[in-house]
């Protein structure tokens, strides 16, 4: 990039640094080459960015078709409390972890590109239900193969990002396929053998669960996942819709609570593990 491009150009860039559709990126790159004096010095990088235009253009284009075709069959059922993506380069362990922490059962091989379809598994943490899939191994280029775009929408779709890597020189690659997908990587890095994986992916989710008790009754099961931080009334609006037009008080044991069945009201923050009685008007 030359030096002395332009207060416009970098505010431009930055945009398209961080514009998170195809769309947006074309928009800001198309800006970019307006900010850009037109002579020989700047040829280099005028033709650099028109080539990254037609790039996203065709990139629009694909998924056009695709989501015209349903996605070819690829657009997934949410399915629990949240969705977390595996991805990683070819044999970087994502069936291996897959299977290490979910019910499912993918082909595990050393030869490269094992898995040739989404592999969709459920992941029970303590009674949540988690969605958990793993995509085929990221390339160089990704989103030029054939169903890269359809299998990037599954991974913008997703609430976690979990890249599955033995060696650290492979995530850079993987962070820049995401990037040239403009999804921006916020979630954690894993090897296939870690035991304390489930965890890892609880606590990046950043979700609690609370239990829900009748008066006079053991807790329900299974639990009910909320947001970090949520209160009596987000747990109350998700058990019920009109539980909040008839809510009384709550009683809670557990960490959320001063003392065991302490009396409190709909904003009262929840923890981990707490025990909630609802008790309705
Ligand atoms: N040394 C080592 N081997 C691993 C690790 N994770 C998986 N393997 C082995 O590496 C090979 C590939 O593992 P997979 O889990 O199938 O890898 P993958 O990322 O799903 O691979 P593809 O689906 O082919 O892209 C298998 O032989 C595994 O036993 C790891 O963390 N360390
Ligand atoms: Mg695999």
Redesign the pocket.
């Given at each position: 990039m030359p030096t002395n491009v332009t207060y416009e150009y970098e505010n431009a860039e930055k945009e398209y640094l961080s514009a998170s559709s195809f769309p947006d990126k074309i928009k800001c790159l198309q800006k970019m080459l307006t900010a850009v004096p037109k002579h020989k010095g700047t040829e280099n990088l005028r033709n650099d960015i028109k080539r990254r235009i037609s790039k996203y253009k065709s990139l629009v284009e694909r998924e056009k078709k695709l989501s015209k075709s349903g996605g070819r069959g690829l657009s997934i059922k949410k399915d629990g409390a949240a969705r977390i993506i595996l991805i990683?380069i070819?044999?970087?362990?994502?069936?291996?972890?897959l299977k290490n922490i979910t019910n499912a059962k993918?082909e595990?091989?050393?030869?490269?590109?094992?898995?040739k379809k989404p592999e969709i598994g459920t992941l029970d943490y303590d009674g949540i239900i988690l969605q958990v899939i793993?995509i085929?191994?990221i390339t160089k280029n990704y989103l030029e193969k054939e169903k890269g775009p359809a299998y990037m929408g599954i991974v913008r779709d997703s609430d976690l990002i979990v890249i599955?890597s033995?060696d650290k020189k492979d995530v850079d690659l993987v962070k820049k396929e995401l990037d040239d997908a403009g999804i921006k990587f916020n979630g954690i890095v894993l090897?296939?053998?870690d035991v304390k994986a489930k965890e890892k992916i609880w606590k990046k989710l950043r979700l609690v669960y609370v239990y829900t008790k009748s008066p006079g009754k053991d807790k329900d099961y299974p639990p009910i996942a909320l947001r970090k931080k949520s209160n009596v009334r987000d747990l109350a609006s998700k058990v019920h819709r009109d539980f909040i037009k008839k809510f009384d008080y709550a009683r809670v044991w557990g960490n959320g609570a001063k003392f065991d069945g302490q009396r409190v009201g709909l904003g009262h923050i929840l923890k981990e593990k707490d025990i909630v009685e609802l008790h309705l008007k």
């Open positions: 990683g070819t044999n970087s362990g994502k069936s291996t972890l993918p595990i091989a050393e030869y490269d590109f094992t898995t793993e085929p191994a599955v033995r090897n296939s053998e």
